[in-house]
């Protein structure tokens, strides 16, 4: 049951991620790395953080979004075309869209405290797509040059 | 060869980068990279968010200064990918500057998605994500609703607007219409179909290149599209929260 649940989330982010994809204008030819990078991510985030509760969800989220920077810099690579192409739309599902609607759902219900602790959370996991993507690309092209080939 | 013609066309190559959500480091890149190949040494491009300064000239190269303002428009990546392939086939030597111009103009007029496929797309990623964030079928195929009437907005409507009225009124249609249909008697849940309905107003783009941009040492450019990103967000927060509260004030409180 959690292992469905799972496979339905991750096609779910994979589909969405290509769908955004489209709407950036990414080339048909690459639908499909769009949607592993997408899928890949959310499934980190699942896995770890829905099942688990591993840490905490701004670390989940740092962890996802090192996977999907470094998946989008290898196909990047790979296929020879910018790396803003994987990036964009796989890192869309991370980002704490739902964060800002419970933020402003609670400030104006006027519940402070959980407010705070939404909008907190919200920056928070800005913050850690912020980390992952800056360490990510501190790693010199020439490391998934190498990787590339395997 | 003329100098002159060379950085035209590193100037127009640098535009349609930027123009369609590349980051700044790759435009300076790009324009380097064509003026080098072509042999002009003298080339110095400064490249903000929304313009590019293009100077040349030394004791043995004229003076060419040229300076473009790029409003920002809808990203279109296919045709970053397109420039970005173009660069590398000059620097195998493959064009000479009229092909060169010639490609960049059909990269230029390269159609994006029809608006039909955009909207039907937007319908589909919000029903997506709705189902990703743990929503039930009923949810998913109300947000895929939701989705098409918000980005037929965006696409009609939308443009005409300041970015921030635009994204306002955009959250607060979809929280007018989630409330609605959470109203009817089929148990859709209204945060599940907010969460997924706001993601084709999220400024994924704005975010992610900001961060870029200021990863590279590009601090005005990435913050300008920092504070673009964050200013999307709020707007968007605002138009859910005023709808959310007018709601509160009509039934008094009820919960949702």
Redesign the interface.
Known sequence: MILLNLL??VI??A??TI?????????RQ?YPYCGLIGGAG?AVYVILWENLRFWSEPAVVFLATVIVILLSRLFAVRK???V??F???G???L?P??G??????Y???NKLAEASTRGFLAVKV?IA??LG??VV?EIPQSVFRRASKF | MDQREVLDVAMEAGHILLENGAEISRVEETIDRICRHFGVESENAFVLSNGIFLTAGNETEKRFARVKHIPVKGAQLHRVAAVNQLSREIEEGKYDISQIRERLRQIKVQPGKRKGTQVFMAGLGSSCFCLMFGGSLQDCIATFGIGLVLYTYVLMLGKHFSKIVENIVGGMLITVLSLLLARLPFGMDMSHMISGCIMPLVPGLAFTNGIRDIADGDYISGTVRMIDAILVFLSIAAGVGFVISIYHQLTGGAML
């Open positions: 339905i989330k779910a982010a589909v969405g769908a955004f994809g489209a709407i950036f204008g990414v080339p690459y959310w020879r075309c910018p803003t192409i990036l964009i739309s890192i869309l599902p980002v869209g739902a800002i609607y419970w933020t402003a759902y400030l104006v219900t800005a797509i912020v993507i800056v690309f």
